[in-house]
Every structure is written in structure tokens, then in C-alpha cells.
């Protein structure tokens, strides 16, 4: 098994400093409520809490429970997006696969009316239908292919939580759902039971803070990890997944979420947050405390403090960006 490739550490600095205040700041809110659809999301700390960003030059920025694992839950979408694109290209995806934001909730058992599409790759019906297009000869061939593509991410080997995943998978009717009504309409062949397995999986692979950091990173760092510099998906479909990411990835907060932090991002019911800052930086959130709409409660604050405090806001003009990381 390959080791955590060893970083560049910054020295601490007004980045370090900034990421440590927001941890102090954040740490005593305690508001919302953890995942409880499987006993095994319920039981996650709702005091674990951690910050990392990772600059496209290697810079490595951590403060909090950064190294507490988790399972990446819906953060995976995306990533697998690329995939499916790299195996088809954008024209066979988007036959499968709207990129519509939808209002409805990200678990709403509905397609678009005229297509039979599910909306977008964010929501389940889209990342099924997303997950059922990877190539490979057989289901380990598939599954190793994507575990593949996410080792490329993180910069280390991954592995899946198996009771999360057995949970997610018997528990799971409503995602068994979506798949067979997909398969009527034709959006997913007939391999119903493995596009579900290799979803569940997805949804339970094992990661860090500082894992989604570098994923994030790496989406802003046109594909190339910026830690091992081995490349994770090809250039070209790195704005198609950051363009869903913008429009669909924060659940039914995605447009208020454009509006005041302006960043493509996913959120996950294990409290995760990515977002990412294009050819600067990626940052990692997780706290698991969640609000009614499923993201983290201190991750989104987090991320408008960040936003607004270095100018992040893709659409910001006026706001020159404060560079904290030299
Ligand atoms: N495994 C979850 C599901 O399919 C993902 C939930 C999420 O993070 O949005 O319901």
C-alpha cells in the first residue's frame, strides 16, 4: 500500500493564523443535527471540526481534527462525473445526465418530464446514472477503476467503510427506486444491482479533511494533484464538473450559496465541504453537524468567512484578493 505522500507544511502565517481564529470562533456552535438515516453517520462526533486548504503550489494548511476519517458520502459525485466523462465524452454523458439545479430534494425519486433524465449529476438519480456509466470489464474492474481515480485525488490508497456501505446498500430503497424507474426510461442499462453497489461504494469510501482538500486542489489545479503531481482527470472536463459544482453541488442551498460565497463546491451528509478556488486553492471542511438542507452548519460559515475575508467570489470584481498565503 503506498504512504501519505509527505507536503510542504507551510510555516504558519497569516493564512494559518486566519484558518485557526475560524476554528476558535466556529467551535462553540452547536447547532443542527447529525445524519441518522444509517446508525453509523450517527454516531460521528458532533464536536469534530477541522479546516484545510491546499494551495495549487503544495501548501498545506491545517487546523482542527484533520485527520479524523469519515466516509465522503455525496462529495463523490463529481468526481466520478469526471470519470464517466473521460470513459464518454461530455455529448454521450449529457444524453444520460441533465445539468439542471433542481429545487426538488437531492433524494426526490423524479426526472425531468421531457428527457427522462435526472436532473444533474448531484442529486442521487444523476450520480446513479453517472456511476453506471464507468468502463470496465465486470464489477471489481469497475470498482477498482474508481478507486483508482480517487487514489489519484487524495495521493494515497482509499478504502471503503464496509458497514457503511452494507447499511447504505439494505437501507437503500430509495435510491433502488430511482435506478429501476432509470431503467424504465432507458437512462441505465440493465445492470441495475452493480450501478447500486458501485454507488454505495462511493458513497463509503474513507477520507480526511485533508483528503478533501486535495481533492479540492487538484480541481483547482486543472486536474494535476498538487502534492504528487500525478494527474487525476484530464483538463478538459475540469469545468464541467466545477460548473455542476457551482449550480447544483451545496443541495437546496446551491443558489444562495453561489450568491454569497461563489465557489463550486459539494457538500455531503458527513458534514464534509469542498470548495474549490480555480488555480489557487482548494479547501476542506468537516464538521458533522448538519442544517436542514444536509450541509455542515460551521462548514458553511466557514466557507462565507473565507470567501469574504480573501475575496474569493468568482464574480467579485471590486474586492482585490488579500493574499494571506505568502
Ligand atoms: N449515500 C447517501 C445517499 O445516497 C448520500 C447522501 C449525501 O451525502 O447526500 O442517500
Not at 445524519?35 to 453509523?40: M, S
Not at 463546491?265 to 464538521?287: D, E, H, L, T, Y
Amino acid at each position: 500500500m503506498s504512504q501519505k505522500p509527505d507536503s510542504i507544511e507551510a510555516d504558519r502565517g497569516p493564512l494559518q493564523r486566519f484558518l485557526e481564529d475560524l476554528h476558535r470562533k466556529y467551535q462553540p456552535l452547536c447547532e443542527g443535527h447529525l445524519a441518522n438515516y444509517i446508525p453509523e453517520l450517527a454516531k460521528a462526533n458532533p464536536d469534530w471540526f477541522a479546516i484545510c486548504v491546499i494551495t495549487v503550489d503544495g501548501q498545506v494548511y491545517t487546523v482542527g481534527d484533520f485527520e479524523q476519517l469519515f466516509t465522503i458520502q455525496s462529495i463523490s459525485k463529481g468526481f466520478v462525473y469526471g470519470l464517466a466523462l473521460e470513459d464518454h465524452g461530455r455529448d454521450a454523458v449529457l444524453s444520460k445526465v441533465g445539468v439542471e439545479p433542481t429545487g426538488d430534494a437531492f433524494n426526490a425519486i423524479v426526472l425531468d418530464e421531457h428527457s427522462k433524465r435526472p436532473y444533474n449529476p448531484m442529486v442521487n438519480a444523476g450520480a446513479i446514472a453517472t456511476t453506471s456509466l464507468l468502463k470496465g470489464v465486470g464489477p471489481t474492474e469497475r470498482l477498482n477503476r474508481m478507486l483508482d481515480m480517487f487514489r489519484c485525488y487524495v495521493g494515497h490508497d482509499v478504502v471503503i467503510d464496509i458497514s457503511v456501505f452494507m447499511s447504505e446498500r439494505t437501507t437503500g430503497f430509495r435510491n433502488r427506486a430511482m435506478a429501476y424507474l432509470m431503467r424504465n426510461f432507458g437512462m441505465i442499462d440493465e445492470r441495475i444491482d452493480e450501478a447500486l453497489d458501485l454507488y454505495f461504494q462511493q458513497c463509503s469510501l474513507m477520507v480526511d479533511c485533508r483528503d478533501l482538500a486535495v481533492m479540492a486542489a487538484t480541481l483547482a489545479n486543472r486536474g494535476i494533484n498538487p502534492i504528487t503531481q500525478e494527474r487525476a482527470v484530464q483538463p478538459c472536463y475540469v469545468r464541467d464538473i466545477l460548473t455542476v459544482m457551482y449550480s447544483c453541488g451545496m443541495y437546496n442551498f446551491a443558489g444562495e450559496w453561489a450568491y454569497k460565497v461563489g465557489l463550486p463546491a459539494k457538500s455531503g451528509v458527513c458534514g464534509g465541504i469542498i470548495a474549490v478556488v480555480p488555480n489557487q486553492m482548494g479547501i476542506g471542511v468537516f464538521s458533522p453537524l448538519l442544517d436542514g438542507r444536509g450541509n455542515s452548519v460551521r462548514g458553511v460559515r466557514v466557507c462565507e468567512d473565507l470567501s469574504t475575508r480573501l475575496g474569493l467570489h468568482l464574480f467579485d470584481c471590486q474586492t482585490s484578493l488579500l493574499n494571506l498565503t505568502s
